[in-house]
């Protein structure tokens, strides 16, 4: 069955950097675009960055261009998603995700909190 398993959330000052992972089994990585969501406390969950199945088209939320980039590694099963001056309103749950055959897959989530 799909599997999704972020890692690398914590806790970092304003103006640091994280870079979080995600583990993908139980599909063909390779033929599937992903997803990087996030859920602040009380608000809902937004789409922060998507990539396409090779890799070569990318997408952002207004709130983290030009500081978080999302890449894939289709040899290794993995995305990740590099996140460079952060800032307070960062702070979230940061979910992985992909879309198959109709269905959203999601995992449990890794927690950033950007604090000083």
């Known amino acids: 069955q799909v599997q999704l398993v972020e890692s690398g959330g914590g806790l970092v000052q304003p103006g640091g950097s994280l870079r979080l992972s995600c583990a993908a089994s139980?599909?063909?990585?390779?033929?599937?675009?992903m997803n990087w969501y996030r859920q602040a406390p009380g608000k809902e969950r937004e789409l922060v960055a998507s990539i396409s199945s090779a890799g070569d088209t990318i997408t952002y939320a207004d709130s983290v261009k030009g500081r978080f980039t999302i890449s894939k590694d289709n040899a290794k099963n993995m995305v990740y998603l590099q996140m460079n001056s952060l800032k307070p309103e960062d702070t979230a749950v940061y979910y992985c995700?992909?879309?198959?055959w109709g269905r959203g897959y999601w995992g449990k989530g890794t927690l950033v909190t950007v604090s000083s």
């Open positions: 995700n992909v879309f198959r």
């Open positions: 139980g599909f063909v990585f390779s033929n599937y675009a």
